[in-house]
């Protein structure tokens, strides 16, 4: 994982860091950073025109994180305003590799590499995205290793 990638980021979504969110020591709770990321990639879909909501409904399908690989550097407290970034890495056709970051005034707080996969909401089996996600998502140019 790598901070100079910072301000290479498909998408930006800022977000409050409210009481609920912090434990006992004032911090934002290690596992809260996965609820950020997680709204962060909603909103980043919804960019693309894309609706979950729609897909489940309408086409059976949708998306379950499979992997996480999460790094915690600097804590971030109650009232801070926290940037999440969302850059597509990996596409295939059933699931999607994102890099994730959280930040706070230039500083790099939590990274992380998210493995999402679309299936089918009866059995829980790898399904293909749909066609117009698919396409939506070939047009990002994915970050050179």
């Known amino acids: 994982m790598s901070q100079s990638r910072a301000h290479e980021?498909?998408?930006?979504?800022?977000?409050?860091?409210?009481?609920?969110?912090?434990?006992?020591g004032g911090v934002v709770?290690?596992?809260?950073?996965?609820?950020?990321?997680?709204?962060?990639?909603?909103?980043?879909?919804?960019?693309?025109?894309?609706?979950?909501?729609l897909m489940r409904q309408s086409q059976g399908r949708m998306f379950v994180v499979s992997r996480t690989a999460v790094?915690?550097?600097?804590?971030?407290?109650?009232?801070d305003w926290v940037s999440v970034?969302?850059?597509?890495?990996?596409?295939?056709?059933?699931?999607?590799?994102?890099?994730?970051?959280?930040?706070?005034?230039?500083?790099?707080?939590a990274e992380g590499e998210i493995r999402i996969g679309c299936v089918d909401v009866a059995s829980f089996r790898p399904a293909r995205?749909?066609?117009?996600?698919?396409?939506?998502l070939s047009t990002l140019i994915l970050p050179s290793s």
């Open 71 to 79: 790094s915690y550097l600097a804590p971030a407290r109650l009232d």
């Open 29 to 53: 709770f290690y596992a809260n950073y996965l609820k950020f990321f997680e709204r962060a990639r909603t909103e980043w879909l919804r960019e693309l025109g894309f609706s979950q909501e």
């Open 129 to 136: 995205m749909p066609e117009d996600l698919l396409a939506r």
């Open 9 to 24: 980021a498909d998408y930006r979504h800022g977000l409050r860091v409210y009481w609920e969110d912090t434990d006992a």
């Open 85 to 109: 970034t969302v850059e597509l890495r990996e596409q295939g056709r059933a699931s999607m590799t994102l890099f994730q970051q959280a930040w706070r005034d230039g500083q790099l707080l």
